[in-house]
Each structure stands twice: as C-alpha cells, then as structure tokens.
C-alpha cells in the first residue's frame, strides 16, 4: 500500500525514504496497559456474514479486542485506540494501551494526536474549493504560481494532487535528513524544503507514473497561499475546518500540541533508540503532514471526504479518479486513495501513525489513531492495525489486501 507517509528514513509500507534498521524497541507500556471499554452499540437482527460490513455485536467485538491485543503484543506498540461506525449495525470504539509510558497514563478517546500525512487531504481539499471557485484550474501548470520548479511549466496541479509529478521527495534527500536528525525541534520553511528536492533531477516525465511525494503537497501550499493572500493554516482553518464543523483538528504553525494528547515515540532518531518525539516540530512537513486532530474529528472528516461534502460533485468526481498504486484494487486520487474500498488517507511522522477511512458500500467509517511509527517487520503499524481489523468486519475489504514484498520508495 503507497500512501501515508511522511518519514525522515527507512521504507515502509506506503512512503519510504533512506534505508535504516529497525531499532529494538524498549521495554513496558505495550499491550498490557490499561484499557477503556468498550463502546458497542449492537444492531438488531444481527448476523455475522455481511458482505460489505459485519454487524458490530458483543462477539464481533470481542474478536476486534482479542485481534488488537495480540497484535499489541506482537508489535510492541504503545497505545492504541479503535473507533468502527456503520448505520444499522452498531459501532466499536476502544482504547488500548499508555498514552505516555513514562507516567502510565492510559490512552483515551479525547486525546489530540499529530495526523501526519491525512494532512495532505485538508490542503488538498482547500485547493479544490478554489477549483470550485474558478480561481485556478486543476490543468494549470505549476509554475504558474511557483517559480523555479523543474518541469514547472508542464507539471500540473492534478499532476501535484495525483502524486504524479515526476519531482524528487525532499523528504528522502540525505542532508534534509541530517538537518532534522541535529535538531527535530527547529522550524523548516517551505521553501527550504523545496530546495533540498529542486538540486536532484526530475525523476520522470510529468504523468508518467505514480511516486508518492512530499514536495508535490508542499509546492500545492504555496499555490493556495498565492491564490487566496493567506497563509495556509489560516485558508485550512476558514475554508475547510469551520465549514466542516471539524472543532478540535489543528493546523499548528510550531511545535505546539493541545492537552490532552498521546505522547509519540519514534526510533528515527541518531542513535536508533526510541525517543519522545511528541515536541518535535512538524513544519517540516507543512501542507504535507503538520496538522493535529482527534478520533472524533477524524470521524465526521472520513464521511466529508470520501463523499465530497465540500466540494461540487463534478471536483469530487475528479478527486476520485484514481491512479493504481502497486496492487488490484488500490488507487490514489488526488490527495487521497481508494484500498479495496475503502476511501481516505494514512499519516505518519516521528512518533505517531494514523488512519481514516470510509467504505461507502456500507457507509462504514474506520479511525484508527497509534502513539508510535515504529515499523514491525518492515510495516506500518496503521497497517497492521488496519487490516486486523478490517478481515474481522469488513472480509471482502480487507485494507490494504495485502503485505509488500519489497520497499518502495516515494
């Protein structure tokens, strides 16, 4: 599975950048920790054999606490928290695990967390209500609002949106990393992330294939910022946070987090040790993975985005064309993805992972929020989690359908 990611290194299961092992991860605070319960709103006439989506009675719920705990203990993760709705049959949210190991609070579900990339979907639903308002045209070239971008006079913004660009990921150039690895808490400029992509070449011609890449969403911020005379945060928190009635999702302009929040822990660090990156500074990642939200929020922003509560249908209809990725039945739109079914985006940077998805085909909506990004045998936790989930209720949609075989980069 392609997207999600925003990483400083190492491959992964949607968007990789340098190679680095995996570091071991440290003792307590994993599946053993205390746990909320269970919030289930069982169906009538429940049965266990639905096609697109299970009904969410005691026994299926049951299934999901044993399927999380032991991947829990697999995957050492931290802490977890589950939330599953669907019309007519119930839902399932749950907390599993510590939301800061070193005080031994439990995770919960009001807690802000960092989304990583599930940013990418808010700025580029924010450049879509500007197509809806006919200040720009999803054909125009990028240079037209940006100078100085290689291919910039035929690499469009569907291109950007689409991940389709052929322009080199910053994120995976060898002195960005070095300079987020001396000091994750210093503020990156957009521009500066622009720099460290536009000294390589182009990767290929415009359109020619799908690359998952940050510095396509961060080139997309500067053109939203061009067109309306705003700064990004503030056109995100006007022109799509407030019409979505999204209360607690956050588009910081620094290393700030709201209380209450999880505690994120990453071994992407010098050493490979794990390490509290809940203060580390997402500006590095801007318009492509800085923003903050909740389970609740996540929530009401699946249905928004997979049914284009905010858009025209013709613009949604074109944010829904998608491009396959790197198996059937995946496919990424612009600036979100299609896995067997299921339509949203995953999110990652240092210390916290994330997934929210909705399944049209039962009007099902999935979040899943994990306070680590340590990968487990080479994966995502939001993977794993995701598609643990998803064969108990969802078998005929099982996200993401599959386990890669090698790395990818993007």
Known sequence: ????????????????????????????GAASGATAPALIVPAAAATDHDKDFRHLTPAVAARLDAAVRDLMRETQVPGVTVGLWTPGKGSYVRTFGLADKATGAPMATDLYTRIGSETKTFTVTALLRLVDQRKLGLDDPI?????????????????????????????????????????????FPPQELLDYSFKHPVQFEPGAQFAYCNTNLILLGLVVEKVTGRPLHEVVKQDVLKPAELHRTIFPTGAEIPDP??????????????????????????????????????????????????????????????????????????????IQG??????????????????????????????????????????????????????????PGHKPVAPRQG
Not at 157 to 171: C, D, K, T
Not at 307 to 314: E, I, Q
Not at 376 to 394: K, M, N
């Open 261 to 338: 929040h999880a505690h994120g822990y990453t071994n992407q660090t010098p050493s490979g040790k794990i390490e509290d990156a809940t203060d580390w500074n997402p500006t590095w990642a801007w318009a492509a993975g800085a923003m903050i939200s909740d389970l609740q929020d996540l929530r009401r922003w699946a249905r928004i985005l997979a049914t284009g509560a905010l858009l025209s249908p013709a613009t949604q209809a074109e944010r829904l064309k998608t491009t396959p990725m790197d198996i059937p039945g995946d496919g990424y739109g612009l600036g979100i993805f299609n």
């Open 143 to 187: 240079g037209k609002y940006v100078k100085g971008v290689p291919n910039g006079d035929r690499i469009t913004l569907r291109e950007l949106a689409g991940m389709r660009s052929g322009l080199f990921n910053y994120s995976e150039d060898e002195d960005f990393i070095k300079a987020l690895e001396a000091d994750p808490r210093r503020p």
């Open 1 to 28: 599975m392609k997207p999600s990611r925003i990483r400083l290194r190492r491959s992964c299961v949607a968007v990789a950048a340098a190679g680095a092992l995996i570091a071991p991860v440290a003792a307590g």
């Open 342 to 399: 299921w339509i949203g985006h995953n999110g990652s940077l240092p210390g916290y992972e994330s997934l929210t998805v909705y399944l049209p085909e039962a009007r099902a909506t999935l979040v899943i929020v994990i306070n680590t990004d340590v990968l487990h045998d080479g994966q995502e936790p939001s993977t794993l989690f995701g598609e643990a989930v998803t064969r108990i209720v969802s078998p005929d949609h099982v996200y």
